[in-house]
């Protein structure tokens, strides 16, 4: 089983950019397909952002297109997510998930297919 840890949560003022990091431990990392949820107060879970085994593929919600990018580097077993141009409304706890699959390209929004999850890490992002 793979065990995973986020990092680089913290506060920001909006238009600030932060850097959150997934590191893996267990399994080869490279196994599996890995998404970014977060979930703000009072709200449910949501999607932010997937990637692929290897990277090859990736898929950002709307509300984050264009302002945060996930890449990852299977050496070091650890998904990067880099936010840019933040906003009081990412102010949330962010997770990181993981999907075994053996598809390198698969990739996806969908949370209860996910298998594993990290603690979380807070982003608080102030205006």
């Known amino acids: 089983q793979v065990q995973l840890v986020e990092s680089g949560g913290g506060l920001v003022q909006a238009g600030g950019s932060l850097s959150l990091s997934c590191a893996a431990s267990?399994?080869?990392?490279?196994?599996?397909?890995v998404g970014w949820f977060r979930r703000a107060p009072g709200k449910e879970r949501e999607f932010v952002a997937g990637i692929s085994r290897y990277g090859t593929n990736t898929h950002y919600a709307d509300s984050v297109k264009g302002r945060f990018t996930s890449s990852r580097d299977n050496a070091r077993n650890t998904v990067y997510l880099q936010m840019n141009d933040l906003k009081a409304e990412d102010t949330a706890v962010y997770y990181c998930a993981v999907k075994l699959t053996e598809s390198t390209s698969f990739v996806t929004a969908q949370r209860y297919v996910y298998d594993r999850w990290g603690q979380g890490t807070q982003v608080t992002v102030s205006s």
């Open positions: 267990g399994r080869a990392f490279s196994d599996y397909a």
